[in-house]
């Protein structure tokens, strides 16, 4: 059966897009994408860019998915897989143009997180995160003594996860021919039902979320 979570996922490279499309025209920017799983954002930021992408994740399994299908797209020249985590790593100081972290730098830690993206951002570079207002808003303070100033929110809309990832994903996996499936689509619908029954318990405000763009001074 053709069941890939990443369908659902692509959804919200609208955004991705919007927030790309803020940043300034750049040649060949070298960009670093933090916690890029299974490579959704990274592919796109591939194709909107001709930049060249570093992509990084401590997760095996899913950076094994992303490596297929980097191998089936057109973007194998200019993406690097690396298994490395943000907060253990050898780049250089100042090196990246840009560094994107969709989702990712709550899971690292924000203050451990954002220390370690200022080393490596060049100055004048860009941080972009995608984050839930609920972690992100109280640390936006140490962003800005951190010297990242905020030049542009990108808010989604209100209920989005629910009205175009989960409530759909739920309605599909009902339907699901487990028989039918491979053992890593078993494993990753496993994952999504928890998933989905974390959403059910949660408060919805703890989905809301925006694109956070910030200029390193
Ligand atoms: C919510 S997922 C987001 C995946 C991808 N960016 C996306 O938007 O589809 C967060 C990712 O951060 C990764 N991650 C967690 N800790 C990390 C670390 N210290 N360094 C790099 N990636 C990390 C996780 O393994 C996970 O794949």
Not at 56 to 77: G, R
Not at 133 to 153: C, D, H, P, Q, T
Not at 186 to 213: R, S, T
Request: net charge negative; proline share 4%.
């Amino acid at each position: 059966m053709d069941f890939d979570i990443d369908n659902f996922r692509s959804v919200f490279l609208r955004y991705t897009r919007m927030a790309h499309d803020f940043l300034p025209k750049m040649i060949e920017p070298h960009i670093l994408d933090v916690g890029c799983g299974s490579g959704v954002p990274t592919l796109e930021l591939a194709k909107m860019s001709n930049g060249t992408i570093i992509a990084i994740d401590v997760d095996m399994e899913a950076l094994t998915k992303f490596h297929k299908k980097l191998k089936n797209s057109n973007y194998e020249h200019r993406i690097t897989i690396k298994q490395i985590s943000l907060l253990d790593n050898e780049f250089p100081d100042e090196n990246f143009d840009i560094i994107w972290a969709e989702g990712a730098i709550h899971v690292i830690g924000f203050k451990k997180g954002m220390n370690a993206c200022h080393r490596i951002l060049k100055k004048k570079g860009f941080l972009v995160l995608l984050e839930a207002f609920a972690g992100i808003e109280k640390n936006l303070e140490l962003f800005s003594y951190r010297g990242f100033k905020l030049v542009k929110k990108i808010v989604l809309p209100e209920g989005i996860w629910l009205k175009e990832y989960f409530d759909p994903l739920e309605k599909l996996i009902e339907t699901i021919d487990y028989s039918e499936l491979g053992p890593d689509q078993v494993k990753e619908i496993e994952k999504a039902k928890d998933e989905i029954e974390w959403v059910k318990n949660a408060d919805p405000e703890e989905l809301d979320c925006a694109f956070y763009i910030f200029l390193k001074n």
